[in-house]
């Protein structure tokens, strides 16, 4: 039990859907992130939120969009995605953004295929 | 630019010891981590170095270079649960992680 939950773990969608990723954390940290992992390549970072305000965005397409509505919550809302969008879509937590420690941890991921 | 390097692929044998690389090229240094990542699963916290040497946590150690940009991670008396993949990443002066893109660890009998 990483303290980290995502649902779905697994999500088949057409380029047209519509469809949210959630995260929730359970470990009373005030950093959220969404990272996108493709097979043999590193983390990419997408969206950092401390506090629940943006504090990061890696010029991310506009297709996907993030929003934090408490410390707790992440979501990604995703819309008219492309085929190289499928990965696995990990979200992570932390005490903060700064300082040389602050461990992030990591939830299961959600394994998105775009058809 | 930033990079991490690390193999792609290292094979070892049940009860043997074996040694995963990681270089690293970064604006800044304030801390190295390792995770392990089985397949289908998220990444875990196994080490963190800041200062260099050795750091020692059972069967796992992490070892630093800053002036070398170098850390390696050693896995003792592997067992067939070792096989992941592990990831080395880096906090940058932004405290920013840069990853690598890890190296998937087969373990045979």
């Known amino acids: 039990e990483t303290g980290v939950t995502q649902t779905p773990r697994h999500l088949v969608m057409g380029m047209t859907n519509k469809k949210s990723l959630k995260c929730e954390q359970h470990l009373g940290h005030n950093a959220m992130y969404w990272y996108k992992q493709s097979a043999k390549k590193p983390l990419e970072l997408m969206f950092v939120y401390s506090l629940e305000e943006r504090v990061e965005n890696n010029s991310v397409p506009s297709r996907f969009s993030p929003e934090c509505p408490n410390s707790s919550h992440l979501f990604l809302h995703l819309h008219t995605l492309q085929p190289e969008d499928s990965a696995l879509y990990l979200c992570?937590?932390?005490?903060?953004?700064?300082?040389?420690?602050?461990?992030?941890?990591f939830g299961p991921g959600t394994r998105l295929t775009v058809l | 630019g930033q990079n991490i390097d690390q193999p792609t692929e290292m094979t070892a044998t049940e009860g043997a010891i074996v040694q995963i690389n990681c270089t690293y090229q970064?604006?800044?240094?304030?801390?190295l981590f390792w995770y392990q990542q089985h397949a289908g699963e998220a990444p875990t916290f196994l080490s963190y170095n800041v200062l260099d040497g050795l750091e020692e946590k059972g069967r796992f150690s992490s070892f630093l270079s800053r002036s070398k940009g170098y850390s390696y991670l050693l896995l003792k008396e592997l067992q067939m649960k070792d096989s992941a993949s592990y990831l080395c990443?880096?906090?940058?002066?932004?405290?920013?992680?840069?990853w690598g893109a890890g190296t998937k660890l087969i373990i045979k009998p």
């Open positions: 992570a937590s932390s005490h903060g953004t700064s300082g040389e420690y602050n461990e992030q941890f």
């Open positions: 990443a880096v906090k940058d002066s932004n405290y920013q992680l840069i």
């Open positions: 970064t604006s800044g240094f304030n801390g």
